[in-house]
Structures are given as structure tokens and as C-alpha cells.
């Protein structure tokens, strides 16, 4: 089974710019659609974007469109979410986690990394 490591989370001012990593244990990485979700203090854990096994397709939460970038390389067994122009309500623990087919529902993903703490301030 696959595993998962973010990185890259941090403590930022609104306005500027992220990069989370996740980086994969397994060849096989390359086979799963991949996504990323948060989960804010008080909150359930919400989607924010997810990739297809070879990048061709890609969907956003509304509120981080045009804003966020998902993208992934299969030769780096990586999954990149680069967050920009960043929000106080950003705030989040970020997941990634790889799936069973490309959607923006928790329950169709198997795998999950460990998450990282993303702090905006304001």
C-alpha cells in the first residue's frame, strides 16, 4: 500500500504563496488519482483539488480557484499543491491522500499522509 508524506506547510501573511508536497512510497504511485483536502480547528475535512493518474484533468473547491495549482510527477512519485495569494481562511491542517478514482469525495480516497500545518495570518 501506498504511503504518504506531506511537507511544506508553514506559517505566511495573507497574500502570499505555499508549495505542499507529497511525496509516495510505492512505484505504483503513478496508477492513482491523487487529492488534496484540509480540515480547519472546529471543521470537517473538506476537498480542495484533485488530479487524475497522468494530470490530464484537475477540479477545484470554488473558493481556491485560481488561486491553487495542483500538479504531480510521476517520475518524482510527487504531488504538488501550490497555494498563492493565500487567505486567513486557508487556515488548515492540508491532507493528501491517493484514491481509488478521481473525485472530490473523502470516501473515495484509501490512502492518507500524515497532514501539514498551513497558518495564514492577516
Known amino acids: 500500500q501506498v504511503q504518504l508524506v506531506e511537507s511544506g506547510g508553514g506559517l505566511v501573511q495573507a497574500g502570499g504563496s505555499l508549495r505542499l508536497s507529497c511525496a509516495a512510497s510505492?512505484?505504483?504511485?503513478?496508477?492513482?488519482?491523487m487529492g488534496w483536502f484540509r480540515q480547519a480547528p472546529g471543521k470537517e475535512r473538506e476537498f480542495v483539488a484533485a488530479?487524475?493518474?497522468?494530470?490530464?484533468?484537475?477540479v477545484y473547491k470554488d473558493s481556491v480557484k485560481g488561486r491553487f495549482t495542483i500538479s504531480r510527477d510521476n517520475v518524482k512519485k510527487t504531488v504538488y499543491l501550490q497555494m498563492n495569494s493565500l487567505k486567513p481562511e486557508d487556515t488548515a491542517v492540508y491532507y493528501c491522500?491517493?484514491?481509488?478514482?478521481?473525485?472530490?469525495?473523502?470516501?473515495?480516497?484509501?490512502?492518507w499522509g500524515q497532514g501539514t500545518q498551513v497558518t495564514v495570518s492577516s
Open positions: 488530479i487524475t493518474w497522468n494530470g490530464n484533468s484537475v
Open positions: 510505492e512505484r505504483t504511485f503513478s496508477s492513482y488519482p
Open positions: 491522500a491517493a484514491g481509488r478514482t478521481y473525485s472530490t469525495l473523502s470516501n473515495d480516497y484509501t490512502t
